[in-house]
């Protein structure tokens, strides 16, 4: 049987039933600390123009690059610091990836919500461990599980009483370098009683290619992508931005601007209006 969809909550943010539309946005990976405070500030004044519920999101390791060349962040003392000061410059709550079990008590120290990463989203050891830290939790559906699947996730946060969970849609992949939105994934993973959120930057992003090749990502469907997702009643987005999306250290064929993300934001809360009329959020 589905469960009540319950209220996500850290700080002042609430996703959930009722809520206004939600955000996660930041850059994929921390870059240098002037880069990560310029666009958290941009963040914070959009999201606050719009009041629109926001958690500033930048990953301070990235463990599944495609090459063992490619930038994988500060690492988690240096990264921790500065999304400690992105929190207490801004009054904004962080999120961060944690890949393994045994890190999470260290990044719960500093992190509002502790991410699982969708490659990692079936890890037992990796759920209960960030679940015994009491902090919220976002969990990244994998591309290779049917949503019905996140079920398991969920059930393995609740062993250990974790119940303030997120779950994020970013796509499903069939083999061709390409991830595809069912969107059904995201009235079917609500059924578990977690709010949903939808992750449009990642399923535009064309595996194969480096991020950095301006070929390795189709960020032009974003917006239609969110406009779907929230119709499908999606109670938060998961955005991936830059003031300079080619010359970003991680996924820069797939970000958006910052220029193209206020707009996009304006017709969002529009849409997501409607949705919650509808009861559909």
């Given amino acids: 049987m589905p469960e009540p969809l ?13 809520e206004p539309l939600g955000l996660i946005a930041g850059p994929c990976v921390i870059e240098e600390p002037d880069t990560v405070l310029r666009i958290a500030e941009r963040l914070v004044r959009i999201t606050g ?15 599944n690059r495609g090459s063992e060349k490619n930038y994988r962040g500060p690492g988690g003392a240096e990264g921790l610091k ?18 393994r079990g045994v890190d999470a008590a260290e990044a719960a120290e500093v992190l509002d ?10 890890q037992t050891e990796l759920l209960q461990s960030i679940g015994k830290t009491g902090k919220a939790v976002n969990v990244k559906k994998g591309q290779f599980l049917a949503p019905e699947g996140m079920s398991g996730a969920v059930s393995k946060l609740k062993s250990v009483g974790s119940t303030n969970v997120l779950l994020t849609e970013r796509g499903s992949s069939f083999g061709y370098n390409r991830l595809v939105s069912d969107f059904r994934a995201i009235p079917i993973m609500k059924e578990t009683g977690c709010p949903v959120v939808f ?9 194969g290619l480096p991020s950095s ?19 499908a009643g999606a109670n938060a987005l998961f955005l991936e931005t830059h003031f300079n999306p080619p010359q970003a250290w991680c996924d820069a064929a797939s970000m958006i601007h910052l220029d193209v993300l206020e707009p996009l934001l304006e017709q969002a809360m529009e849409l997501s209006a409607l949705t919650r009329k509808w009861g559909l959020a």
């Fill in 6 to 18: 319950r209220t996500f909550t850290v700080g002042k943010v609430k996703i959930g039933p009722g």
């Fill in 49 to 63: 123009r719009l009041k629109m519920p926001y958690i500033f999101k930048a990953s301070y390791e990235k463990d």
């Fill in 82 to 99: 500065l999304l400690k000061k992105v929190r207490d410059t801004f009054g904004c709550p962080v999120l961060s990836d944690v890949h």
């Fill in 113 to 122: 919500v502790l991410q699982v990463p969708a490659y990692l989203c079936q």
């Fill in 199 to 207: 992750d449009a930057t990642h399923i535009v992003r064309l595996y």
């Fill in 213 to 231: 090749d301006p070929r390795g990502g189709e960020p032009q469907y974003v917006p239609m992508l969110v406009r779907a997702g929230i119709a």
